[in-house]
């Protein structure tokens, strides 16, 4: 139980196009999913928080214009990375937490999807 | 503020204990948790443990919290080669759901 799917595993699209991430709870509903990123070897930093129904709280310096989050069910979640840059190549990763049907102390991580900007 | 740190790699043989150190620096914590991350793919969750517990034992995984030092390891015992992995642990500062990361530790396991 408690799957999270991330689609797709891995995109590469032209600098300025604009590239949309889905995350989904598979066999649970979350009210709140998070997205990180992670560039190489290093760890996964907090991009934002997506709330089903309202906006999405971004951390400091993530730009809200740039990385669109969108939570319009309890299962689904989408980020869209717009007029994306080389810059904005990395592994990005979003995480779902259970508001019924598991365990709601604890994230559940997609496995991530790798984008790459020509 | 909010720092959690680790060692960056950590070489066993296989069939030994593995110990994998963390610090972090928010005492309002109320969960810590250990993920584990294999090339290319996202996280797995492997253990937590809440914040007035000193121990907690899953199977080969042993979690120590010393919550006066704020210092969190990870024991696996007899340690297989599909453990080699980063492991990341991870604080959720201010008793919310957000989780703080370290860099990750880079067990490597050799015959």
């Known amino acids: 139980g408690a799957v999270v799917s991330q689609h797709p595993s891995r995109v590469i699209c032209k600098s300025g196009t604009s590239v949309k991430i889905e995350c989904r709870s598979l066999d649970f509903q979350a009210t709140t999913m998070f997205w990180y990123r992670q560039f190489p070897k290093q760890s996964l930093m907090l991009m934002a928080t997506?709330?089903?129904?309202?906006?999405?709280?971004?951390e400091q310096g993530v730009e809200k214009d740039k990385f669109l989050i969108n939570h319009a069910s309890l299962t689904l979640s989408t980020l869209t990375v717009t007029s994306a840059h080389p810059e904005d190549s990395s592994f990005y990763i979003c995480s779902a937490l259970p508001s019924s049907g598991g365990d709601q102390e604890t994230q559940y991580f997609g496995p991530g999807t790798r984008l790459l900007v020509l | 503020g909010e720092d959690v740190e680790q060692s960056l790699f950590l070489s066993v043989r296989e069939g030994d204990s593995s110990v994998i150190n963390c610090t972090y620096t928010?005492?309002?914590?109320?969960?810590l948790y250990w993920y584990k991350q294999e090339p290319g793919a996202g996280l797995q969750l492997l253990t937590y443990i809440f914040s007035n517990m000193d121990m907690k034992q899953d199977q080969r995984l042993t979690v120590l919290l010393n919550k006066k030092d704020k210092h969190l390891s990870l024991r696996i015992a007899d340690t297989q080669t599909g453990d080699s992995a980063i492991y990341f642990c991870?604080?959720?500062?201010?008793?919310?759901?957000?989780?703080?990361f370290g860099a990750g530790t880079r067990l490597a396991v050799h015959p």
């Open positions: 997506s709330n089903e129904g309202s906006k999405a709280t971004y």
């Open positions: 928010d005492s309002s914590s109320t969960y």
């Open positions: 991870a604080e959720t500062p201010g008793g919310y759901n957000k989780l703080i």
